[in-house]
């Protein structure tokens, strides 16, 4: 909220009268109102509209709401319990299942929209020069990203990329992580902390001499000298919507850049899956 406030209060000399009645609502509401708040609420607040909510958020630097929402979900989700943040969107969104529907598919449309606009093609090009070089690649997820990460990990499998999945964590996950080496690509699927678990897997990348792809919400200064490529994945600021659906779209990308580099191996890989299938009756 502190840096809300300090963008409001930097341009508030040439903010327009609207902008001015938004920007006198978003400041007066709490962190956990905003992650809830919708563009038609606050312009009903305000009296003004869904469009001058969208032009205040631009004027003030943001892309749109979910990119404030994103801002606001870090420090709110670190300092808030998560039993106290379930109660909230309980309260916030009652038993309506027409509101309940509305609130998670719009969510997840802003979230798509901020994912879409998250990185730059040469990010991307060097994300997939990372896969195409390597000659296995490990797929990591912390927690409910391991869905992301098991996502690309299979894609990549049918496309023709020699891929391992990391399943377990803490003692287990020695085992299968000291095959990693010198010529491996680690992908890292980590929203916003960083673990006992993917301070090891860092450890051993940089020991071994492996390239790590990073696919992350909140850590690229923190970890951004430790990898090779950083993505960004915006994660769900309310949990409303699923925790893995930017770091999956992610990995879409990557697997078709991948595939229209190396189409021969890819379409090689799909007739090999397919007549396997065959075999096992499907």
């Given amino acids: 909220m502190t840096r809300l406030r300090d963008r409001i209060s930097e341009r508030w000399d040439s903010l327009a009268k609207s902008e001015r009645a938004v920007s006198r609502v978003l400041t007066a509401m709490s962190a956990e109102r905003i992650l809830y708040a919708s563009a038609a609420e606050l312009g009903a607040q305000s009296k003004t509209s869904n469009a001058s909510v969208v032009r205040t958020l631009q004027t003030l630097g943001y892309a749109g709401l979910s990119e404030l929402k994103q801002e606001v979900a870090a420090p709110f989700s670190s300092t808030?319990?998560?039993?106290?943040?379930?109660?909230?969107?309980?309260?916030?969104?009652?038993?309506?299942?027409?509101?309940?529907?509305?609130?998670?598919?719009?969510?997840?449309?802003?979230?798509?929209?901020?994912?879409?606009?998250?990185?730059?093609?040469?990010?991307?090009?060097?994300?997939?020069?990372?896969?195409?070089?390597?000659?296995?690649?490990?797929?990591?997820?912390?927690?409910?990203?391991?869905?992301?990460?098991?996502?690309?990990?299979?894609?990549?499998?049918?496309?023709?990329?020699?891929?391992?999945?990391?399943?377990?964590?803490?003692?287990?996950l020695a085992d299968e992580v000291m095959s990693l080496g010198s010529r491996d690509l680690l992908v890292i699927f980590a929203p916003g902390r960083v673990t006992r678990d993917i301070e090891a897997l860092l450890d051993q990348a940089h020991l071994v001499g492996a390239s790590v792809l990073l696919i992350t919400d909140e850590l690229h200064e923190q970890l951004g000298s430790r990898v090779t490529v950083s993505l960004a994945a915006p994660h769900t600021p309310t949990g409303l919507t699923a925790e893995g659906i930017a770091g999956i779209l992610t990995g879409d990308v990557l697997v078709q850049g991948v595939s229209a580099v190396g189409p021969d191996t890819a379409l090689r890989s799909s007739q090999t899956l397919n007549d396997l299938r065959g075999r096992l009756g499907y």
């Fill in 80 to 172: 808030v319990s998560p039993e106290v943040r379930l109660r909230s969107r309980l309260e916030h969104l009652g038993q309506d299942l027409g509101q309940i529907q509305r609130e998670i598919w719009s969510e997840a449309q802003d979230l798509v929209a901020l994912a879409s606009r998250a990185n730059t093609d040469a990010q991307y090009s060097s994300a997939v020069n990372l896969v195409i070089h390597a000659d296995t690649v490990f797929c990591y997820g912390l927690g409910a990203s391991g869905i992301a990460a098991d996502h690309l990990a299979l894609r990549l499998r049918r496309i023709g990329v020699s891929t391992r999945r990391l399943t377990t964590d803490g003692f287990r």
